[in-house]
């Protein structure tokens, strides 16, 4: 008899468990507050469902979408699943992620996959119209004495092709990147690809658990770029490794590859410190990172007006160092009434492999 009142004893805890487990995530909306920063948007207000009126008919949808989004421990939940997903079965919990060789990760967009199997490659018509384009540009910039110049920064597929998954296949020799460096003029073009390869014997250039190249890989192409450009064009000392201070340093961060699957531990990564100069810059804000300009008093004597994409963000400051103002746009769409306006002496379009078709003056 004892053992049976036990035994109830037992299953009543186990039921008042189990409903407190699923009234938990829905009572825990009015104590806590859950943030969805790692979900890259903002989360439904319930301020908005009332202010929007209460009859009307899809109100309970309204209300449905708040729930889903405000419940608490919702992070720890879906983190908790991706991770199973991801080490179980080795199954990323987003469209977004490709599981490559000895845990590396890339980013599975559709231009990167197309542009490391060379589906992307530019016919003949297309190869003239990108020159034509470009030297056009080029040409306006000259009549203005301004210096145009134009980086490519490579897909990390380009680099780590190792350890890209097996079954993705090349299916041309040659890729869009190669086309563009053989066709375009090296007056003002230049295609990093070739030169962060070569290097990779100095350490790891990218993330393996994120899009973008680190320190290193962005201070390699800082130095080609430099030593192309600047030492031909204006006559300046050609800069080699021995300028800068550089160490390896372990550092714990998220990439945002491990954040797209859920992944929201910091891990521990190779990263590199990179010294150039003392020299103290000054930020202005215009528009918060998308737009901004550096003045440095100790830079050579030019105005520089940059395009850029986010890869930018691991090498502004070796250029701010450089120049005493150097103007930041994050944007593809080349405004050249605005560069003449403003009397920009070097005007540098970066963009990565994958999103060359966002350049506006290509459209």
């Known amino acids: 008899m004892k053992k049976i009142m036990n035994f109830k004893i037992f299953e009543i805890i186990f039921v008042l468990f189990i409903i407190i487990l699923c009234f938990l995530p829905g009572i825990g909306i009015f104590f806590f507050e859950e943030n969805l920063s790692f979900e890259k948007r903002e989360k439904t207000d319930f301020r908005t469902i009332i202010n929007k009126g209460i009859f009307r008919k899809d109100i309970f949808s309204d209300i449905e979408i708040y729930f889903s989004d405000n419940f608490y421990l919702r992070k720890k939940i879906i983190d908790r699943y991706s991770k199973i997903n991801y080490r179980c079965f080795g199954m990323p919990p987003v469209d977004k992620v490709l599981i490559g060789e000895d845990g590396w990760l890339f980013y599975k967009h559709e231009n990167i996959v197309k542009s490391y199997k060379n589906l992307n490659i530019l016919d003949e018509n297309e190869l003239l119209l990108y020159k034509e384009k470009f030297n056009d540009f080029y040409n306006k910039l000259k009549e203005n004495d301004t210096y145009f110049y134009f980086f490519l920064t490579p897909n990390k597929s380009s680099i780590y092709n190792e350890y890209m998954p097996s079954y993705i296949k090349k299916v041309n020799d040659i890729s869009r990147a190669e086309q563009m460096s053989q066709n375009l003029s090296s007056n003002y073009f230049l295609d990093l690809t070739k030169e962060i390869k070569f290097n990779k014997k100095m350490g790891l250039m990218y993330y393996k658990n994120d899009t973008h190249w680190n320190n290193l890989g962005g201070f390699i192409g800082f130095l080609k770029f430099y030593n192309t450009f600047f030492v031909r064009d204006f006559g300046y000392k050609t800069l080699n490794i021995d ?121």
């Open 243 to 363: 300028d800068f201070s550089i160490k390896q340093i372990n550092v714990f961060r998220n990439g945002d590859l491990d954040s797209m699957l859920g992944q929201e531990n910091e891990k521990e990564t190779i990263d590199f410190d990179i010294k150039y100069s003392d020299n103290v810059f000054i930020t202005k804000k215009i528009d918060g990172d998308k737009h901004f300009i550096t003045r440095n008093t100790n830079g050579k004597k030019l105005k520089v007006l940059i395009y850029r994409d986010s890869f930018f963000c691991y090498i502004y400051e070796l250029f701010s160092k450089t120049f005493f103002e150097v103007e930041y746009i994050s944007s593809h769409i080349i405004d050249l009434d605005f560069i003449k306006k403003n009397n920009y002496d070097i005007v540098i379009v970066q963009c990565v492999e994958r999103n060359v078709d966002s350049i506006e003056l290509l459209k």
